[in-house]
């Protein structure tokens, strides 16, 4: 039988003692010396935003414009900061009735939670607006039909 034929592009399995360790860029252990690691603000607003969301008591609203509806939207933040350092403004709508205090603290403890262990950024200031009380949407009203 013959061996297939093989080109330059096609792998040949290696066998034998383990190749010596590489030397240069790719080499480097310490991950000081691969590179920097940039997190933008835009990331931290969306982990804070959805971290704010998933807190108990805390509501998606129906976005309407002129009675049209336009979709649904939860909490909104803001980021500023310098360094590994931010600062967050929070607005959420809460569930009404729901103890408003305790779902706030909830809610600061889940973001800055969430934003320290996923970017690094150290959480300096963190500041939420109730932006409004909705009563949660329940199963549809039966809709009465007259003859």
Same mark, same amino acid.
């Given at each position: 039988?013959?061996?297939?034929?093989?080109?330059d592009?096609?792998? /040949?399995?290696?066998? +034998?003692?383990?190749?010596?360790?590489?030397?240069?860029?790719?080499?480097?252990?310490?991950?000081?010396?691969?590179?920097?690691?940039?997190?933008?603000?835009?990331?931290v607003?969306?982990?804070?935003?959805?971290?704010?969301?998933?807190?108990?008591? %805390?509501?998606?609203?129906?976005r309407?414009?002129?009675g /049209?509806?336009? +979709?649904?939207? +939860?909490?909104?933040?803001?980021?500023? +900061?310098?360094?590994d350092?931010v600062?967050?403004?929070?607005?959420?709508?809460?569930?009404?009735?729901?103890p408003?205090?305790?779902?706030?603290?909830?809610?600061?403890?889940?973001?800055?939670?969430?934003?320290e262990?996923?970017?690094g950024?150290?959480?300096?200031?963190?500041?939420?607006?109730?932006?409004?009380? %909705?009563?949660?949407?329940g199963?549809?009203?039966? %809709?009465?039909?007259?003859?």
């Amino acid at each position: 039988m013959s061996e297939p034929s093989r080109d330059d592009t096609t792998p /040949v399995p290696v066998v +034998g003692p383990a190749a010596p360790a590489a030397s240069g860029p790719a080499a480097v252990d310490e991950p000081a010396e691969r590179g920097a690691l940039e997190i933008a603000f835009s990331v931290v607003r969306r982990i804070a935003e959805y971290a704010a969301d998933s807190t108990e008591g %805390t509501v998606r609203t129906e976005r309407r414009v002129v009675g /049209v509806g336009l +979709g649904e939207s +939860g909490a909104t933040a803001k980021v500023s +900061g310098y360094g590994d350092q931010v600062d967050l403004r929070l607005e959420v709508p809460l569930a009404y009735p729901a103890p408003i205090a305790l779902t706030v603290e909830a809610v600061r403890g889940n973001v800055r939670e969430r934003v320290e262990t996923l970017t690094g950024y150290g959480v300096r200031g963190l500041d939420v607006t109730v932006s409004a009380l %909705t009563v949660p949407a329940g199963p549809p009203a039966p %809709t009465r039909r007259t003859e």
